[in-house]
């Protein structure tokens, strides 16, 4: 196959996943049909198929690629170089971007978890518990060394998704009680400062020297 011949298919499947992402994400798996995704894709049906011979595969491939992203930012708190303030940091403006930059990707996540993974269990478990249980690691490690003050992990983690997923998974709501539709870089800084202070201080970073 040319160059020009990869070019053109990745655009073509780049194009169609991000319309089955956006269907998915309003409607659900249920609420949308292989013809409604080949139209918002401005393509037919058969060119659809083509690239995705079931309206299953294109969910799982369209969801595994929202869950890679996802999985790829847990990972940002393992940087052996990086303190606990600083990972901390980083992982709370790597989600909180990722609800701002991929608000349809992060609402098809949330609507596969809450309807209990009909589909995608499988992935998410091969792929998320993994990640969980390393991040969980690194900071049970931090907190025995006395670093950070202990608090129940798995419930820190949650807080955090929460605290960071809320603008994506009810951005109607955040976007109808502070006046704009879609957030601009304004509240982002608000958004992740408040974060910031309250895991800094929930875990005693405030009182420490640390950089």
Excluded at 65 to 94: I, M, N
Aim: hydrophobic fraction near 45%.
């Amino acid at each position: 196959m040319s160059d020009n011949r990869t070019t053109k298919r990745q655009q073509t499947e780049t194009k169609l996943l991000a319309a089955a992402q956006e269907r998915f994400a309003r409607h659900g798996y249920e609420g949308v049909s292989v013809d409604d995704i080949a139209a918002s894709a401005g393509m037919s049906k058969q060119s659809l198929l083509y690239y995705f011979a079931t309206k299953e595969s294109l969910y799982r491939r369209v969801f595994n690629d929202v869950l890679d992203a996802w999985v790829q930012d847990l990972s940002e708190l393992a940087d052996p170089a990086s303190t606990p303030r600083q990972a901390l940091e980083r992982y709370v403006t790597q989600k909180l971007q990722f609800s701002f930059d991929n608000p349809t990707g992060s609402r098809l996540f949330a609507l596969e978890i809450m309807a209990q993974a009909p589909l995608c269990a499988a992935d998410i478990e091969a792929k998320l518990l993994p990640a969980f249980k390393a991040e969980t690691a690194l900071l049970e490690q931090w907190m025995a060394a006395g670093q950070i003050k202990r608090v129940p992990v798995p419930h820190l983690l949650f807080t955090l998704w929460a605290m960071t997923q809320t603008y994506a998974d009810f951005a109607w709501q955040t976007g109808m009680l502070l006046g704009k539709p879609t957030p601009d870089g304004e509240e982002f800084a608000q958004a992740r400062e408040t974060i910031l202070a309250m895991v800094n201080g929930a875990l005693g970073l405030n009182d420490t020297r640390e950089p």
